[in-house]
T-cell receptor, first 115, second 112 residues
Framework: GAVVSQHPSRVICKSGTSVKIECRSL??????MFWYRQFPKKSLMLMAT?????????EQGVEKDKFLINHASLTLSTLTVTSAHPEDSSFYIC???????????FGPGTRLTVT | LAKTTQPISMDSYEGQEVNITCSHN???????ITWYQQFPSQGPRFIIQ???TKVTNEVASLFIPADRKSSTLSLPRVSLSDTAVYYC?????????????FGQGTELSVKP
């Protein structure tokens, strides 16, 4: 099956710094990628939809200037958490779909801890 | 996007069959029903998808009644490794550009 990777798997940063998370589709070209956030014992919450070569579409309540998304190629999307605060600590998961199928493939997630 | 309702948690023992029911009263004509499995600190994994009647694969079966207002995920002979959260999603991914909206999920605990 299709593989989606995320890097890093875990990151700890200090409050006020920025953190970049990468999402890659390893064996297919992803026309669309999604970013989710998941707090402990909670469900996944969709943050934004990212299409290659265009601006991301953010869900209501998600600050686009705080969560910068770049989808520069068909295999890579990045999420940058700017000026991170402890409340941004969460599990961030990306997913990707190819142009040929609506099936969505999820990455393994990135655990962000802001101290 | 149709809203889904699932039990928050379920307990089972190894070797038993587990059935998790999901209600989706407002399902639209073009909507499919998809189930995902998620282990702690991992991304969700696709289990099964269906539109009507019954679908079976090597992992599970999905039963959908004629009115499609609910669906049941059936896991045969569960093992400890099936302990996870199971999400039922309903939607027409083609029209929604692939957008998935996750509900609360069902936390399945399999005991020895």
């Amino acid at each position: 099956g299709a593989v989606v990777s995320q890097h890093p798997s875990r990151v700890i940063c200090k409050s006020g710094t920025s953190v970049k998370i990468e999402c890659r589709s390893l064996d297919f070209q992803a026309t669309t990628m999604f970013w989710y956030r998941q707090f402990p014992k909670k469900s996944l919450m969709l943050m934004a939809t990212s299409n290659e070569g265009s601006k991301a579409t953010y869900e209501q309540g998600v600050e686009k200037d705080k969560f910068l998304i770049n989808h520069a190629s068909l295999t890579l999307s990045t999420l940058t958490v700017t000026s991170a605060h402890p409340e941004d600590s969460s599990f961030y998961i990306c997913s990707a779909i190819s142009g040929r199928s609506a099936e969505q493939y999820f990455g393994p997630g990135t655990r962000l801890t802001v101290t | 996007l149709a809203k889904t309702t699932q039990p928050i948690s379920m307990d089972s023992y190894e070797g038993q069959e587990v059935n998790i029911t999901c209600s989706h009263n407002n399902i639209a004509t073009n909507d499919y029903i998809t189930w995902y499995q998620q282990f702690p600190s991992q991304g969700p994994r696709f289990i099964i998808q269906g539109y009507k009647t019954k679908v079976t694969n090597e992992v599970a079966s999905l039963f959908i009644p004629a009115d499609r207002k609910s669906s049941t995920l059936s896991l045969p002979r569960v093992s400890l490794s099936d302990t996870a959260v199971y999400y039922c999603l309903v939607g027409d991914e083609d029209n929604q550009g692939g957008k998935l909206i996750f509900g609360q999920g069902t936390e399945l605990s399999v005991k020895p």
